[in-house]
């Protein structure tokens, strides 16, 4: 999504909405269509997915000099409520559009489902948890899928490429 400065998507160390949290949890789309509908965001898009875990995915987005901000999600297909992304990425630096940049992502994890595995139960969190970043160390379970606690950092899972 494309926006102002006043528009949240999703926020690390924030609560996720109730669109972006079914989007998160199921891959439904429709709550956060609704969560869109704001004067502060410009362009709404989506990308196909990738099927198989690896890939590449192409989408088209606009922006303009009032809303030069991006924000995008991907849900990780299976998992309890992991996604990948950029909260509100900036594309206009200085009056100047970036012409290309690349960004690394990490995986993010919803904080609302206590699952620590990519095929783990339905385990709601109660209360629901904020947004957070799955690190080689956190959450320091030995079942987690990306507990690796010998390595300094989880490699990146995806790569964020934006060309003018």
């Known amino acids: 999504r494309t926006h102002d400065s006043t528009y949240t998507?999703?926020?690390?160390?924030?609560?996720?909405?109730?669109?972006?949290?079914?989007?998160?949890e199921t891959g439904r789309t429709d709550g956060m269509d609704a969560d869109g509908d704001s004067p502060n965001s410009l362009h709404s898009f989506t990308g196909p997915p990738v099927p198989q875990g690896e890939g590449t995915s192409i989408a088209r987005a606009f922006l303009d000099g009032n809303h030069t901000l991006i924000s995008i999600m991907a849900r990780i297909n299976p998992s309890p409520d992991w996604f990948v992304g950029v909260d509100s990425f900036q594309l206009?630096?200085?009056?100047?559009w970036v012409d290309t940049v690349t960004v690394e992502l990490d995986p993010l994890d919803g904080g609302?489902?206590?699952?620590?595995?990519f095929t783990a139960a339905n385990w709601p969190t109660q209360p629901q948890g904020i947004a957070?970043?799955?690190?080689?160390?956190?959450?320091a379970h030995p079942a987690g899928s990306f507990y690796y606690p010998n390595l300094p950092r989880l490699p990146p899972i995806a790569t964020l490429t934006f060309t003018k």
């Open 132 to 139: 957070y970043r799955i690190t080689s160390r956190y959450p």
């Open 112 to 117: 609302t489902d206590n699952g620590f595995t």
């Open 92 to 96: 206009c630096v200085e009056g100047n």
């Open 9 to 24: 998507l999703y926020r690390l160390g924030e609560r996720l909405s109730s669109g972006v949290r079914l989007y998160v």
